[in-house]
């Protein structure tokens, strides 16, 4: 009989599981404890059973890029991520900061843009930003919330300090990952959880829902709410139909929805039903062929003049996403500054201003040591690992930072936090970050909901499942 944790071996990173001697850290002591008296066949037993039950459930996603077949599973490590109570305290109140900045951040930008004309944040970086919409110059919206929704990227330095790496502010996913293994974990696997009662993550679709419902238009305690998706080849379809299921609310697609008289409605066999808020996965651009892509398919004619009438909720608002473009991210401490009158509670990664002529020098003498990123892609596409390329790629940077500076941010590596992972003959240390999710309906809510990714290549610092990363669940204490 082969003993779990009998190979385990820490290496020169913050180690989540264990100190720099190889101990246990306290709230992981329970979880050592059932690890050593697991055997490593029944182990691998247990993870192929858990893995056939989401194949089964339909738990994939979808990778555009890859002709090979996009269909894919996330895989799913079985170990889970432990954070106490006061971690996630510190963790809550650091991303609450932020998305209160963000939004307010929005709501000026589209209106006074006092920001702007102060030169917190260079009026020339937003306008042209790729998800500036100037469509929505002037909207009010209700409660002047922009953000309902977001995903808050979060990574462990050397030294044990959580960094944000990035924000998610347009329609981030992955919340189906954290629902879905928390599930089949405790009924394939319930020993884990003999030593832990982590708080629930099943809550999360009806907080959705209070969210949405507090979003509404103002007086309306009663709200139609429904989940616009882009149908069933979308990568995240899986997800759009678990969270219309868990809300109640129905999962409609463009063609089921029309607008008359600047009021949208909903198609069903007995007439049309009044839409009064829609939690769209669909991108700005594919929304309304009026006023966007004339060419689009998947979104409905007419419905921005309903909402910038004031007669539908779009969660996000349209334009939220020059809150996270790449290049906008340096300036958000300053926007906490700016509005909220503290300082950051949760510090960002130093970046690198390609805008900037001296940083951008830097940047390209040095590429060989940063990790360079297209501030409008995601997803770990458009990316450069310096310490990783070669001098092609390396080159082929140079030429399109110095062609499009304003397209490139650039940061240090930072050595992301290990966490014990399956791998082929045992566990080992793999990298991890944490996407806490973020809800606002009229005050900004933080379930005890997150997703930790791992890159469960060795070395590799790349924790995206469309580059080859998977999940893990994350247990938040009391």
């Not at 339909?58 to 109570?85: Q, W």
């Not at 004619?301 to 608002?317: K, Q, S």
């Not at 050595?415 to 399956?422: A, D, K, N």
Request: glycine fraction near 8%; charged fraction near 20%.
């Amino acid at each position: 009989m082969q003993a779990l944790l009998e190979r385990y071996a820490r290496i020169d990173f913050y180690d989540e599981f264990s100190d720099d001697v190889g101990i246990p850290r306290s709230h992981y002591v329970g979880l050592a404890s059932t690890l050593r008296s697991i055997d490593w066949s029944d182990f691998q037993h247990r993870v192929a059973t858990v893995n056939a039950v989401l194949l089964q459930r339909g738990v994939t996603f979808t990778v555009y890029a890859d002709a090979r077949g996009t269909e894919r599973l996330m895989p799913f490590d079985l170990i889970p991520r432990i954070v106490p109570a006061d971690e996630w305290s510190l963790i809550e109140r650091g991303i609450s900061q932020r998305v209160y900045a963000l939004n307010a951040f929005l709501t000026d930008v589209y209106g006074k843009q006092r920001i702007l004309t102060d030169g917190v944040v260079p009026w020339n970086l937003v306008f042209s930003a790729r998800f500036f919409s100037r469509e929505m110059i002037g909207v009010k919206l209700p409660h002047n919330v922009y953000i309902h929704v977001s995903g808050i990227d979060l990574i462990r330095g050397r030294d044990g300090t959580y960094y944000v790496l990035e924000d998610n502010c347009r329609t981030p996913s992955g919340i189906s990952y954290v629902l879905e293994n928390r599930d089949v974990l405790k009924r394939s696997f319930p020993r884990l959880f003999e030593h832990y009662q982590p708080r629930p993550v099943d809550d999360y679709p009806r907080r959705l829902r209070a969210a949405l419902t507090n979003a509404a238009p103002f007086g309306n305690v009663e709200p139609t709410i429904v989940l616009l998706t882009p149908g069933i080849f979308n990568s995240a379809y899986f997800e759009h139909t678990m969270l219309a299921r868990l809300m109640g609310v129905e999962l409609v697609e463009g063609h089921d929805l029309i607008v008359r008289d600047n009021v949208v409605y909903m198609k069903t066999t007995k007439g049309t039903q009044r839409i009064d808020v829609i939690y769209r996965r669909v991108d700005d651009e594919f929304l309304d062929p009026l006023y966007f892509r004339s060419d689009s398919a998947l979104g409905v004619t007419g419905l921005m003049d309903a909402y910038r009438a004031g007669n539908v909720v779009l969660a996000n608002a349209v334009g939220s996403g020059v809150a996270d473009d790449k290049a906008v991210y340096p300036f958000v401490p300053a926007m906490i500054k700016y509005y909220l009158g503290a300082d950051p509670v949760l510090p960002n990664v130093p970046t690198y201003d390609c805008t900037n002529d001296a940083q951008r020098q830097h940047v390209i003498t040095h590429l060989d040591e940063l990790v360079v990123k297209n501030a409008n892609q995601s997803g770990g596409y458009g990316m450069l690992m310096g310490p990783s390329s070669t001098s092609l790629e390396r080159e082929e940077f140079r030429l399109a930072i110095e062609a499009s500076p304003r397209e490139f941010i650039a940061q240090p590596i930072i050595p992301l936090s290990c966490h014990p992972t399956v791998v082929g003959d045992g566990l080992a240390p793999r990298h991890i970050d944490l996407r806490p999710y973020v809800l606002y309906g009229r005050e900004v809510d933080v379930p005890a909901c997150a997703l930790t990714r791992v890159a469960l290549q060795k070395g590799s610092l790349v924790v995206n499942s469309s580059q080859g990363g998977g999940g893990k669940d994350t247990w938040i204490l009391e």
